[in-house]
């Protein structure tokens, strides 16, 4: 058990499916602290689901509710806060997260990401004719901002939850 003070939210961020929820949940345990989940909180003000919210009212403005969300959620307690795969992208978010909060980037390999996305339906952005190629492409633009992070877990295998807690929680 890890017994110190958290200071900072550690706030997960990284590809769909890279595991930044569950592993997120497995760290607040371990730290013993509050876990958070912006789309989980943007899905309960809404009453709605992520799919359903791009739908209705588009992703711009799912990305001001996830902007007003995480920078909310930062003022509170040091917790662990997972993030949607987007949200790392925002500069503002980005600011946001630097001076509340230590940003972790969960990094997978493509291919572990799309063996965990593939059966899922509840990824909007995925909802294309080629949702492997788009996950592709959305990887290449993404990595370069994941790698402002402050902290870099790689997803290298053996990657259960439990284990990848732990590595997290190692780095911190
Ligand atoms: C998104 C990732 C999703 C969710 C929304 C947009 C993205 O979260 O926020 O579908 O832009 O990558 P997960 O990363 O938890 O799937």
């Given at each position: 058990n890890h017994r110190y003070a958290l200071h900072k939210t550690v706030v997960m961020v990284g590809?769909?499916?890279?595991?930044k929820t569950a592993v997120g949940r497995a760290l607040a345990q371990l730290l013993t602290v509050p876990f958070l989940d912006s789309d989980q909180e943007i899905e309960a003000a809404a009453n709605m689901s992520v799919p359903e919210i791009f739908a209705r009212d588009g992703e711009p403005f799912f990305r001001a509710r996830e902007t007003q969300v995480i920078s909310r959620l930062l003022q509170g307690r040091a917790c662990v806060l997972s993030t949607g795969?987007?949200?790392?992208?925002s500069e503002t978010n980005r600011t946001n997260i630097s001076e509340r909060g230590v940003a972790v980037w969960l990094d997978a390999d493509l291919d572990l990401l799309w063996s965990r996305v593939?059966?899922?339906?509840?990824?909007?952005?995925?909802?294309?004719?080629d949702p492997r190629a788009t996950l592709a492409e959305l990887f290449a633009q993404r990595v370069p901002e994941y790698s402002k992070a402050d902290l870099r877990v790689p997803c290298a295998p053996p990657v259960s939850i439990d284990l990848m807690s732990k590595r997290v929680a190692e780095v911190l």
């Open positions: 590809m769909m499916g890279a595991g795969g987007g949200a790392f992208l593939r059966h899922r339906d509840t990824r909007p952005l995925l909802r294309t004719a």
